[in-house]
């Protein structure tokens, strides 16, 4: 823009000077403005160029970070074992998508967690756009002896709709974490009879799963019995599907040859 400037003003200058009505008879206030204005644009000129060369080096920059996280070899480094793994395919959550799916996808939430809405919106919609390689199962990290805790009654609920009426899981748990309804609504809207004593043992499973991990935080992501690493937005899973099929086929290959 400074540079079209700059070049109309240096045109109509050469076509003043070369025309019939220039003379060497000038004044000062005619000549002004256009010395003002050549020397206004040299530091635009300089400022400009300096903003679009530090844009196009911040812009190259984020290019390389982002190749960089992409590498299935960092993600793998960076995600972490679960310690005590045992009894965690014997607690019975919330599960979305392909049981045959190559990424088993594991969300640890509580339904007073702020964090945790984001969390479950990512794992669904991942869910949702790869139903076929990707097995979301949601679990809850609740105290159970905490009478007072007035969620409790959410997962409770949430666990005995997924028992008793499992059509319906999607829509209660999405009322609760992607349309954020008030605990009052979202209550009198899912109400249950009763909760069964199996609900209340789940619960406490769950929730003694969790303690013997220390996680005593949410949410928990863990991929393929690994906790996923903080570095990464659960969203970014997408990037690495074809590696985790890759990972799996390969030892298979290995054994055919």
């Known amino acids: 823009m400074c540079l079209m400037v700059s070049f109309l003003i240096f045109t109509q ?8 009505l220039f003379t060497l008879s000038f004044s000062f206030s005619t000549i002004f403005p256009f010395l003002f204005s050549l020397l206004l644009l040299i530091p635009i000129g300089f400022v400009v160029k300096s903003i679009a060369k530090d844009v196009l080096n911040n812009e190259n920059s984020l290019k390389e970070l982002k190749k960089f ?12 074992k679960v310690s005590h793994q045992n009894g965690f395919e014997d607690l019975r959550g919330l599960n979305f998508g392909n049981r045959s799916a190559v990424v088993k996808l594991s969300i640890i939430i509580s339904p007073s967690c702020a964090h945790c809405h984001k969390t479950f919106q ?21 105290n159970p002896e905490n009478l007072d805790n007035p969620y409790k009654a959410v997962v409770e609920r949430l666990l005995t709709i997924n028992r008793s009426t499992p ?16 605990l009052k609504k979202w209550l009198k809207k899912w109400h249950v009879d009763n909760v069964s004593m199996m609900i209340n043992q789940e619960i406490n499973k769950q929730y003694e799963w969790c303690s013997k991990n ?26 690495f599907l074809n590696d985790f099929v890759e990972e799996k086929e390969t030892p298979v290959l290995e054994r055919i040859a």
């Open 167 to 182: 059509g319906k899981t999607v829509e209660a748990i999405s009322d609760w974490h992607i349309k954020k309804m008030s």
């Open 122 to 142: 990512e794992a669904f919609d991942l869910v949702l756009k790869f139903p076929d390689k990707i097995f979301l199962s949601v679990l809850f990290n609740i």
């Open 214 to 239: 220390n996680f005593n935080y949410t949410p928990v992501k863990i991929v393929n019995e690994k906790l996923f690493p903080n570095e990464y937005e659960l969203s970014e899973l997408k990037y």
């Open 69 to 80: 996280k992409r590498n299935y070899s960092l993600l793998n480094f960076l995600s972490k």
């Open 13 to 20: 200058s050469a076509i003043w000077f070369l025309s019939d």
